[in-house]
């Protein structure tokens, strides 16, 4: 008789690839997204089948909800921007040329090798090896946590984490500096039942995401996945328009877009003082020193994501000047 979970597991690795497929084919774009999001949603259920809980959670909250929210609002922006075909010919616009042929191929083929690249280190992988669980267990109590995946991030690899926190600081550099000279589409109308919806769930989403966090010093969670969920709660005040971004708080979102990059970096300088190795915590003060890590890392990641989502930095304005939006809507009235 056959194993229902093999099965399973056939039908579901089946379906990621179908959905793979389906969201690079589709010539909708909203389609596309998703398709996305639920190719998201079963990768993370793949990732619990291959007892990788950790991964599952990070691949649900930031590789789904806050990339397909991402998704979603740039494709808002670019509506904005072009419109209708008629529309965009009103304004003077003129469609995007086609992408040539040999780009076409050039990138098919890229896609290819990457794609031969990672089947011949799969099937050149050992099938089973010892891999490093000795060593890690081995290093266990001196890691100053309970939860493997957590020692390996932010004691014996903290340099990995450390990067990983300085690429979303830059993400986030980049994205105000690109999107100060566009032009600001206005945010959909969403109405009182979503804001009664996000009234109603930023209380369980802010608990949930300290849960996570404090969590993750022996179960699977940790700083990445807290943060991500309580940038749902940004995003949902975004949405809700129960926040709005003003020029006065530029001062205080940069502050904690840097906190975690800073605290992991004076954490490391603190420790070489000392004479050790950066990040080779004292023993008896490595969990104090993990958690200072998570928590303002925590913070930073939810802040970043969510300003990643909002886009462009709230540009301070003369006395009696419109918005943006104002402006805009402005001149659509007036053509």
């Not at 921007?81 to 780009?103: H, I, L, N, Q, S």
């Not at 014996?156 to 986030?172: G, H, K």
């Not at 979503?194 to 949930?208: K, N, Q, S, Y």
């Not at 990059?261 to 070489?272: E, I």
């Amino acid at each position: 008789m056959s194993d229902p979970l093999a099965i399973f597991d056939l039908l579901l690795a089946v379906a990621i690839v179908a959905l793979a497929l389906a969201t690079l084919s589709v010539r909708d774009l909203f389609a596309a997204i998703v398709l996305f999001v639920v190719f998201g949603l079963l990768s993370a259920l793949a990732w619990v089948r291959l007892s990788a809980p950790d991964v599952a959670l990070a691949e649900a909250a930031i590789g789904t909800g806050v990339t397909g929210a991402l998704l979603l609002k740039t494709l808002h922006h670019l509506r904005h921007v072009t419109g209708t075909p008629e529309r965009a010919a009103m304004r003077g616009m003129t469609p995007g040329a086609p992408v040539p042929m040999p780009v076409i191929w050039a990138n098919a083929a890229f896609c290819g090798l990457i794609a031969l690249g990672l089947a011949v280190a799969f099937l050149g992988a050992p099938a089973a090896g010892p891999g490093f669980d000795a060593l890690v267990a081995e290093a266990m109590p001196r890691s100053g946590v309970e939860h493997p995946v957590t020692a390996v991030l932010l004691n014996f690899r903290a340099y990995d984490t450390l990067m990983e926190v300085v690429v979303l600081l830059a993400a986030v550099i980049a994205v105000w500096q690109i999107e100060r000279g566009l032009s600001e589409a206005p945010a959909p109308v969403l109405g009182e039942v979503f804001e009664g919806f996000a009234r109603l769930t930023l209380p369980a989403i802010v608990v949930l995401g300290t849960y996570l966090l404090w969590k993750g010093a022996e179960a699977p969670g940790g700083a990445f996945q807290g943060g991500a969920v309580l940038a749902a709660v940004g995003l949902l005040l975004l949405l809700a328009r129960l926040y709005v971004p003003q020029p006065s708080h530029r001062p205080l979102a940069r502050w904690a877009f840097v906190l975690g990059t800073g605290a992991f970096a004076a954490v490391a300088l603190l420790v070489t003082g000392g004479g050790r190795v950066a990040f080779e915590y004292p023993a008896e003060h490595a969990k104090t020193l993990i958690l200072l890590i998570e928590g303002v890392v925590t913070i930073s990641i939810a802040v970043t994501l969510a300003a990643l989502f909002h886009g462009r930095e709230p540009v301070a304005m003369a006395p009696g000047e419109a918005p943006a939006a104002s402006r805009s809507g402005e001149a659509r009235d007036a053509g």
